[in-house]
Structure formats: C-alpha cells, structure tokens
C-alpha cells in the first residue's frame, strides 16, 4: 500500500486547503427545509457537481420532482450521482452522503455565524452548520479523489456516489430514485456495486471510532377520538363523554413510565442480545459515561449503563409525542377539544415490522376502547413507518473498514447500533441487496442538528484518511469477488 | 300598575325603532380581544353613554388602565357607569351588562355579514354579533329607559347601570373597579344597591324563559413534568424516562371516562338536590330534549336527561384541556418532548372552593408522582379560579321576576343553574352583599360566540317588556324595605 502513505502524505500537506474548501461549502446555507433556501440547496448541488467533475468522475444531475409550497411551484434540488473506474477486477463501492442541512440562525444561541466556518485551532474544532452533518463527510472524499488525481494514484476500487440535498426534509424522492435505477438492470448507475458505506453518523462517545451495523425502525400511530360536533366549553363538563378523557386514558395504557411496552405480542420474536453484542459495543464505562450523559444522564431508565445502551439500541421502544387539536398554549382555555389525535410511535427492532407491529397495536387499541363503553368514536391510523435493519458485521466491508480504523486511529472501533433510523440504508439494504457499512467521521459531542454544531479538525483529516484507507483495505481484503 | 300598560304600548308601537337602534349598535363592531378594534369598543362605549344620557341617566366613563399589545400601549376601553333616580323610598337595582363582542368574520362561515343586522321577518330573528350578546339585552334596557322619557313616566326603581367592554376579554379591571366603589361606602356608586339584575345569558331551550340562580365556579391546573435538558428524538427511546409518559399517567389518574372525578375528598360535603332542584329546573323531557340535543345528545353520560342537566350544572366536573410543550401539528414528528404541561380544571359546585380543591388535587397529584417512581421532575400549578354561585330564589327579586316572566310570557319560569362562571356575579354578590338575579333574554339557540348568532324579534321586544314588568313587581312586591 505504497500509495496509500502517499496519500496520507497528501492528506497532511492540504490540511489548509481542506478546511478552507469545508468553509467553501458552510457557507453556502442549503437549508431544504426552508423553502427561501431552496436556491441555496440548487447551488451546493452545483457546486458539489462540479468538485466531483475536477477529479475525473462522471456525474449525473437527477431530478426529484416538484413540491408546492404557499400555492408556488418548488423544484427539488437533484440528487447528484457520481461513477468513477469501470474495472471489473476491482470491487465497487456506493458511497451515501447528504448536502443539505439543518436550518440554523445565530439568534438560535450560536456562538458565532452559522454559515461562516470558524476555525478554532487552539480546542481544534471547526464550528458551522453542515460542518458534521454531513458536508465535512462528504467533502472526505473529495479530499480523498483529489489526492489520487493531484498523485496521479489510480484508486483501488470503482466508486459510485449518491448525493441528496433532501435528507433533512424526508429524502423526497430518493427511494424512488433507487428503486428505479435498481429496475434498469444492467444500465442502472447502481448496477455491479458491491457494498454500500454512508457516513452520516457518529461515534458513541469523544474517543473511539466505531462502525455502526444496526438501526431500528419505526412504526408511527395517531389513535382519533371524537365525538361532539365542534369544541364545547368546559361548563358543558359532566354531561358528556370527553373525547380528552379517552384518549388519555388509551395513550396511557401503552406504555410503563419505566418504558415497557404494554401492547401484548410487540417482543415477540426478539432474541436475547448474545455475548458478542452484550460487550462488543460497550468497551469500558468510561466510554459510556459519555454517551450516557449524551443520553439526559439523570433520567436514564437504569443505572446500569449496559441496559441503558441496550435499552435505546437493541430494544424496541414507544414514545407518546403529543395530541393534535387539544389545547396547546400557554396558560389556561376552558375548553372541550372535539376531536384530539394522540400521537405516538415505536421504534423497532428484528424480527418487528411496521406491518406486524400495526396489528397488533390496532387490535389492542380497539379492544381497550371498546371496553371503555363510551359513545364516542375511535380510530387508530398508521401514520409511516419502516423496517429496522441489522447488517453482518463479519462481512469483508466491515473488516476493511475495521482495519482501516486500527492503521489510521491506531483503536479496534466500537461495534455500535443505533436507536434511531436512516432509512435510505435500508433502502439500499434492500434493493441493490448488498452490506451497507455505516463509518462515521464524527463524535458524539458534535452537535449534529443543534447551535454551534462543529467538527473537530482531527475528525476531518483522520476521517479523510479513514475512507481512503478504508478503499485499500477493501481492495485488499479476501473476499467472494 | 297602569303605567306598565302604557309602557307596554310603547314597546309595541316603537318595535321598528328599536330593531333600528340596534341595528346601529351591532353596526359598531366591538370586539375587545382584537386590538385593531379597540377603537371601536370606545366608540362603542360613548355611544352607549350618549344613549343613556338622552334619557336623563347620570354617567360616568371609568377608565380601567391600559395594557401593552406588541410594545404598543392600548387604553383599556371604560366602564360606564349610570344612575338615575334618588328615592329613598323605592329600590336601588344595579343592571349589569357589556358592550363589547367576540370576533367575527364572514368568511367564519356567516351568511349575512356579521355587523349589519340582517332582520328576517320570516323567521322573526335578527343576525349579527353581539345581538343576543349582550347589546340585545342592554339595548332592553335602553328601551325601558326611551319608554318612561318619551311618556313622562317615573320609574318605579331607582337603577344604578354598570357596563363594561371587557367582558369577553376577561373583564379586565372590572372586580378593581366594584371594590373600590364599594369600598368608598356612601360615596361609593353602588351605594344603596337592594339587588343586582343580569342580562347575559340564555333560556335552557327555545321555549321557556328561565331565571337562573346558580353558576359553577373553576379551578384550572397544569401539571408540569420535565426531565431532559432539551427535546429529545426518539431515537432516544428506551433509554430515559419520557415526561410524556409520566404526565399522560397522571392525567389518566384524574377523571374517569364516565365523568367521574377520582381525586379524594372533592365531592365532600356537595348536598344531594332536593326535590325542588331535581324537578323545577327540568320541567318537561320536551323542553329537555332541546338542551341535550344542544349539550351534544348522542354524546352524553347518561340517557337520563335530568341525570345529564344535573351533571352540568350542579355536580363537579373536570375536563383535560390539552397539552404545552408536545407535538401539536398533523401528521408525524417523532420527538420526546423535554417538558410537557397538561392542563385540566374542574368546574366546581358549593361547598367547594378553588383554595379547598386546589389542596386535594396538588396532594394527590403529588402522591401519584411519588409512586411512580421516576427520576423526572414535577410540580402542580393553580392557573387560576372562582368560586361558584349560588342565590336564594326565595328572595323578593326571584319572585318578582317570575311574575313578570308569568305577566308577559304567560309561562312559569325554569329555574336553572348554568355549568359555566359569569366571575362579575359573585364579585357583585360578594361585595355589594346582596342578592343577584340572571334574568336572560335569549334563547338557547342563540349562538352567541357562534357564527349567525340571533336574537329572536320576539325575544326583544318581549325581552324589553320583561325588564320593565321585573322593575314594576320589584317595586310593589313586599319586602323587608
């Protein structure tokens, strides 16, 4: 792996260079929540198209449709596909990242603008919205081509990539996108690629890498109580059955305020966690320690901070979110809410499905309204949902990524799964049928989503030289192909 | 009381110009909880003193302060004062009533604009905000008052008048403007009040006139749980305690679904009604059939009407309003929410007071909590509240006012209590300490605060009589005075 010290030597001498493309791409707010923003997003499509072209790679601008906002036509910024080396003896790698980001204002509590990327060399920290999340992922490997391009480095693999600016606001379009270029066969963009590595996710703590093989699912339910015909005031209480009252008297058979779930059948199938899983993922207690004050610390379900882990990753979970069309100001109004909707969902785990889970929430629901004997109405809607996913840790992406780990950080990562979802790993799961490998760039402190998100400058570098590495181990590494 | 006839004349032969002058009234839209209105309830007031000056009425403009609106100083609009008549052989009576009106658009779903009076001599009612509340009552008082000017009749009563513009707003700085009147002692404009005399509220049914003599007073509560320094995703789940989950518990410990208060101790010492209450305000299943219909019908606890008009208005009764600090939106949000505030109240009936109430809801509010067992956050707040109201119906001004209900309506009036509060009449029974009487004009089909609110021609102008007839029988009936 001779080319690859270069690189690493490369990687070392445009430090700078790297960090000032980073401030490049901050300051470009590419909000795709916020419909103001929406040329902003168009913009850093473009501008991450044509970075990708510098290097050489073929690229593909796609169209995702339209949306209407306040009666006005939205065009959806494009995902931007990329293809580089057409080598059958290689192996090809799909890379997953996002260019869009979180809305921020400096009036949120930031400590500096959002958008202009401060660089803070004494704590080595890189403070600015995307700067995490996941611009400074994306822009690792623009690093890593334009080190092989400026070296003349042939890379070790064929890389395809996937690029959204839609992530943030329900990656509109993108399934479809993959479903579709999956369905072309042979003339897919997808089509020969072997496995899947996205980084858009985080370390469990401040000091040890990991690599993320588990995501839960999710089922999301509203239960709709109504009666009267419109909302009544509170003077009229006494005489009629309350839609507020049954709701919450539903809401709160759901659940334990210890978090067991109390709808008979959800654990089914769930098997108990073996040793590798038990401590793989949770090396010492200084490590969790971290997480676990992360996680709200002093609420935590248990004290023992095992159980807390596994309770958010291996477990499934319901989480009551809040009602639709009750009350939901400050201070008081007298008033009987004719029609409420509790909203709640549960996050799950294999063998669970969205499909399995919703019979028997449903069933459960309208067995315990209908012994409530009231005379009002009831029904429990399926609001989305998706599988939860778990990949094969003892796949050779995971093993090069593994090794790639202990070269560049010089620690065996941490074996993690996470409680929430990114549901366009399933997706690709699914489809392309091959290993996805989640390989984060960042800690768990960055802040991903909050003010002063950030990234630390060591992340950045050794996260360029993680994904490089990362390509010569698999090009390496005994495999199938 | 030959004079009454004539006065009675008078209604009949001045109905057009009466209609007229309401027209003008409703014409000037009042609404008080719409700033860009305030100057409109203003104009609203000096054109109601105008009209009570016109026929001899002493007034005065009391000013009740001001409040900010978005960092502009808004001069809360007067009450005005009235009195005309100083003997000190007959009766003082106070009128109470308000001039101002909740909102009203067309586009609310009126189908005639909402301040032009639209007079449907079909049907025989009158549309427009603010016809039956509360400018059609006090508008009868007008009448009574242009009646004995324009005959050059004494009244039979001293009147003193106090109408505010406020009332849909809270009656800001009313109970201030009572207590210190009443505090001046003989100077105070109250002084020498026998009973006090409201018009601001409506029949049980669209037949029969009805005195009402009880209101159920309110205690309102938030329960406040927190935990999480922040919002969490639930991605979190199975991990911490939720706050949610625990406030959603405690809510369902409150009330049953069949209406049952579950606190101990809040139904001590309520009588059981006696026969008088059970029968006199629930004459006929017709008469009730209307008002259960209105209160919801298919909705209600109980198949039994008098069961059911009972539950509203002379038993306790506590309703969930809603939830600060959870997802309130449609669709999905999956979000555990840091700290949630769920709000209910009580509505209360004699013996119970908020301060009594207020100490068995927070004690076992607070035991539940500590049963639970969490590590989360919790305190009960009392938002605010008032007593309930109950008058003597054996007093002189309930017997004259039932026979001048007989005189023109030649029906017996219901006597009923209401399930809601109107917080001046305990503020003038408390401190003038005197006897209070509610002596609606309108119907219950009225719709006040509704979209097409009316006031039936005939209720008007019968109203208007009603008035006059109550202050006739107050003034010859045997009294202590």
């Known amino acids: 792996m001779a080319n690859l010290k270069d690189v690493h030597g490369y990687v070392d001498s445009h430090a700078d260079d790297f960090i000032q493309r980073l401030s490049e791409a901050v300051a470009i707010p590419s909000v795709s929540t916020d419909p103001s923003r929406r040329g902003d997003v168009h913009r850093m499509a473009l501008w991450l198209e044509n970075q990708l072209k510098r290097y050489g790679v073929q690229t593909r601008a796609v169209p995702l449709g339209q949306q209407e906002v306040e009666g006005k036509i939205l065009e959806y910024p494009p995902a931007i596909l990329g293809r580089i080396g057409d080598d059958s003896k290689k192996k090809t790698i799909l890379i997953y990242g996002h ?273 409530l004997k009231t005379k009002l109405k009831m029904k429990v809607e399926f609001v989305g949902g998706g599988k939860p996913w778990v990949a094969d840790t003892n796949h050779w992406s995971y093993e090069a990524a593994k090794r790639a780990t202990e070269t560049v950080w010089g620690k065996t990562p941490n074996y993690t799964r996470e409680g929430g979802s990114i549901p366009v790993t399933l997706t690709f799961a699914d489809n392309l049928g091959v290993n996805v490998l989640l390989l984060p760039m960042g800690r768990a402190d960055d802040g991903a989503h909050s003010t002063n998100e950030k990234l630390d400058i060591s992340n950045f570098l050794n996260g360029t030289k993680l994904l490089g590495t990362y390509l010569y181990e698999v090009a390496n590494i005994n495999s199938d192909k």
């Not at 793989?280 to 992360?294: C, D, G, K, N, R």
């Open 99 to 371: 260019f869009d980001v979180q809305p921020a204002e400096k009036s949120d509590g930031w400590d500096t603008e959002p958008f202009e990327l401060h660089v803070d060399r004494e704590s080595g920290k890189m403070f600015g919205r995307g700067s995490t999340d996941d611009k400074g992922p994306v822009l690792g490997w623009l690093n890593v081509l334009e080190a092989h391009h400026a070296l003349r480095i042939e890379l070790p693999v064929n890389l395809r990539f996937c690029f959204e600016g839609l992530e943030e606001d329900g990656s509109q379009g993108l399934d479809d996108l993959i479903v579709t270029e999956t369905s072309k066969g042979p003339q897919g963009w997808f089509h020969g690629v072997d496995c899947v590595c996205i980084s858009d996710n985080y370390w469990l703590n401040t000091r040890t890498p990991c690599l993320t093989y588990g995501l839960r699912g999710i089922a999301y339910y509203q239960i709709i109580v109504s009666g009267p015909g419109s909302d009544l005031h509170s003077g009229m209480g006494g005489a009629v059955y309350e839609p507020m009252t049954t709701l919450i008297s539903l809401m709160g058979k759901l659940v334990s305020v210890e978090g067991r779930i109390l709808i008979p059948g959800v654990y089914d199938g769930i098997s108990v966690a073996d040793s590798s899983e038990l401590y793989v993922p949770f090396i010492s207690p200084s490590q969790t320690e971290a997480y676990l004050s992360h996680s709200g610390g002093p609420i935590s379900l248990s004290d023992d901070k095992a159980t807390v882990l596994m309770g958010r990753t291996r477990e499934p979970s319901l989480s009551l979110h809040g009602i639709e069309g009750a009350y939901s100001g400050a201070g008081g109004k007298t008033v009987i809410p004719a029609t409420v909707s509790g909203k709640f969902s549960l996050r799950l785990v294999p063998p669970q499905t969205p499909d399995d889970i919703t019979k028997k929430v449903v069933s459960f629901i309208e067995d315990e309204f209908a012994k």
